[in-house]
């Protein structure tokens, strides 16, 4: 189980400590009432979808004896008013180097078993795009 601790510091702002000792520091968007000064939680969701996907992607290329180093997740996400929410998240995925026809597959089928994008699957499609 893990614990993190957000602590709301005024003006839209929250700050996050993680038992490691590391700062995490949010703003609420320009297009919401905040100063974009540093990530939104809707983006944080962004980085941890990214984030997640290429680290069970690095679990699998470990199985399979390919270094995966250098991939990139590039996550676009579009928000939606009336309510406010996210309304899609498209991923494209980028490895670099050769991979045959099993270990991209075995790849891709590890993005999509992230526990990020599994929680996800709510009212918000995500869209892959590989390379």
């Given at each position: 189980?893990?614990?993190?601790?957000?602590?709301?510091?005024?003006?839209?702002?929250?700050?996050?400590?993680?038992?490691?000792?590391?700062?995490?520091?949010?703003?609420?968007?320009?297009?919401?009432?905040?100063?974009?000064?540093?990530?939104?939680?809707?983006?944080?969701?962004?980085?941890?979808?990214?984030?997640?996907?290429?680290?069970?992607?690095?679990?699998?290329?470990?199985?399979?004896?390919?270094?995966?180093?250098?991939?990139?997740?590039?996550?676009?996400?579009?928000?939606?008013?009336?309510?406010?929410?996210?309304?899609?998240?498209?991923?494209?995925?980028?490895?670099?180097?050769?991979?045959?026809?099993r270990q991209r597959i075995k790849l891709e089928?590890?993005?999509?078993?992230?526990?990020?994008?599994?929680?996800?699957?709510?009212?918000?499609?995500?869209?892959?795009?590989?390379?």
């Amino acid at each position: 189980m893990s614990e993190i601790a957000v602590i709301y510091e005024g003006s839209l702002h929250c700050t996050a400590r993680h038992a490691s000792g590391t700062v995490l520091k949010t703003d609420a968007p320009k297009d919401n009432q905040g100063n974009g000064e540093s990530f939104s939680p809707s983006e944080l969701l962004s980085v941890s979808l990214g984030s997640c996907i290429l680290s069970i992607m690095g679990i699998a290329a470990r199985s399979l004896g390919v270094d995966i180093s250098g991939a990139t997740a590039h996550v676009d996400k579009e928000m939606a008013d009336a309510p406010r929410r996210i309304s899609r998240i498209a991923v494209k995925v980028r490895v670099p180097g050769v991979l045959d026809q099993r270990q991209r597959i075995k790849l891709e089928e590890a993005a999509h078993a992230c526990p990020v994008h599994s929680v996800l699957k709510v009212d918000a499609p995500i869209f892959f795009d590989w390379d």
